[in-house]
């Protein structure tokens, strides 16, 4: 899933190196040098504290489209701070469907899933090719004790995936057409706070994944997404989404209060 507007995105690849492990699909990483660093760090960090960071992050890693970063019941060893590309939570249930439970894009992270029982709880699939970095949590742990404003950082991203979680219960009780509106502001907002465009950007999880996510069908999605296209709160073109008239979704999504 990216934004039309890539500006970010190319900051970080201007940050990336080209050079590669021969026994390990991975390139070296960079916090210092990070474009989206002001996602994942306290503000303010000197560079020797930034430097001490940096001997954290392992590596960064490449993960083709429709590859697992991880599984459900894999051992949890590491996080993962997303660069470019997106994700998918995803569980396989016990009839065989599969269930989304959330979209991850740049800046996001992935994987604080595992902490509580050392396990991972669901799949990690990229929806695009993507590039993570990645962070062992014992040196995270270790370093949080020197760094205090690390420590709450962390706190304060494992406090909004649990609030963002919540939301999406919540969200379970509203209509159809309240899910699919939160869904589209949600996302131009995380987008805005990456520096791309608020308005318009490609989508790169389907319909059905959307539907997934938000406990609707497919034909669901489309039929609202079509309604606010005809209704002019949005264009779109496949998967391309153009936001026109965002106070209007606002005053749907409004309904779920």
Known sequence: MIPVRVDATER?????????SPNFPHLTASCSNCGLRELCLPLGLSADK?????QIVCARRKVGRGEGL????????AIYAVCSGSFKNKLVLHDGRE????????????????????????DAVALEDSDVCVIPFARVEEISREMRGLQHQFHQLMSRAIVRDYGVMLLLNATAEVRVAVFLLDLCRRFAARGYSASEFHLRMTREEI????????ETVSRHLSRFHETKLIAVLQK???????????????AMN
């Not at 970080?12 to 590669?20: A, D, E, F, G, I």
């Open 12 to 20: 970080v690849s201007q940050t990336m190196p080209t050079n590669s």
């Open 50 to 54: 930034l430097k001490r960071i940096d």
């Open 70 to 77: 991880y599984r459900a019941g894999d051992a949890f060893s």
């Open 99 to 122: 269930q989304v439970m959330g979209f991850h894009i740049s800046g996001d992270i992935l994987g604080i899933d595992g902490i509580g029982e050392e396990r991972h709880g669901c």
């Open 211 to 218: 539907g997934s996510f938000l406990g609707l069908t497919l």
């Open 240 to 254: 391309h989404i153009h936001i026109l008239d965002a106070p209007g979704l606002k005053v749907i999504a409004g």
